[in-house]
């Protein structure tokens, strides 16, 4: 039919799309790893910690979502995951997983940014307090690895969320013949215990993307009013690189929460548009791309290698 056919290549198209993005934010991301480990100098070594853990973060998340490369539709009080991506030919689980890691991680990219201003704003307390930095790159690491604990559970319940579909959706036009894992956001009421995993699940990554472009904004502005009173100019000078490298970043995370926003529209029906349920996810992938670019940039030994 013709709906069938101009949905295969709505997703041919798709694919390429997700290839080229998630190819580009793979290899920027390892550049960008490689850089920090071989030409990081020690003013940098602590803080290079948070910027390692970052870069493998959008990388994972770039290599998730390449490996599933999912579309989202809103079927029936459902969001419907449909993967176009090679794990297709590995294992519907392999699916699952990479979807629920590629999500976390994106969250996890928020945290990451949260953990840099904040580490900026203690530095700041530390030097005032003690006169000298004595923080080293392994506690800050290991401080990264402990915030992925939440995310870790997470990908867990995300993985172990999707419904048994009904006959209605494996029937219906936009979903036969691909495969799709379905969660079933359903409940009488808010504080039902109906589909409650998938609610949870879902809503804690609504929740955090919603809720971490506000604690940005308030961190970066006590991280400025601190800079501004700095007196030494080469220190100034230093701290303002890396706070206008974070600022360019958190728009990251700002302009997916208004893509979020609009997608949570059109899945309550306030509109319906197919462009939406597909940009949801590329945009991720955008994120993974100018992250690391703002990095190399804005950090001068970066750039020079």
Not at 76 to 101: K, T, W
Request: with cysteine; glycine share 2%.
């Amino acid at each position: 039919s013709s709906l069938f056919l101009e949905t295969r290549y709505e997703d041919f198209f798709h694919f390429l799309t997700v290839l080229t993005l998630d190819g580009t934010a793979i290899a920027i991301n390892g550049i960008l790893i490689i850089t920090i480990i071989r030409s990081t100098p020690s003013s940098l070594k602590s803080y290079s910690a948070l910027l390692l853990f970052s870069a493998i973060i959008d990388g994972n998340a770039a290599l998730m979502s390449l490996l599933a490369t999912v579309t989202v539709n809103n079927l029936e009080g459902s969001i419907i995951f449909v993967y176009l991506g090679p794990c297709r030919f590995i294992h519907v689980q392999m699916c699952y997983a990479a979807q629920a890691i590629h999500v976390q991680s994106i969250s996890q990219s928020c945290v990451a940014l949260i953990l840099s201003f904040s580490y900026r704003l203690w530095s700041f307390a530390h030097t005032i307090n003690h006169g000298v930095h004595s923080e080293s790159f392994a506690k800050l690491f290991c401080l990264c690895l402990l915030s992925t604990i939440p995310a870790a559970i997470t990908t867990i319940t995300f993985s172990n969320s999707p419904s048994l579909p009904p006959q209605s959706l494996i029937e219906h036009p936009q979903l036969a013949g691909r495969l799709f894992s379905v969660f079933n956001m359903s409940a009488s009421h808010l504080l039902s215990t109906e589909n409650l995993l998938p609610r949870v699940s879902i809503g804690y990554i609504i929740c955090l993307y919603l809720t971490a472009s506000p604690i940005l904004f308030i961190l970066r502005r006590k991280l400025l009013q601190k800079i501004q009173i700095m007196t030494s100019s080469s220190e100034k000078r230093r701290h303002h690189q890396i706070f206008r490298s974070l600022t360019l970043q958190m728009c990251i995370p700002l302009s997916f929460s208004i893509a979020f926003v609009f997608w949570i529209l059109d899945f309550i029906g306030v509109y319906r548009l197919d462009v939406f349920q597909r940009a949801v996810m590329p945009i991720s992938s955008l994120f993974a791309i100018i992250s690391p670019l703002i990095v190399i940039y804005y950090l001068p030994p970066y750039r020079r290698y």
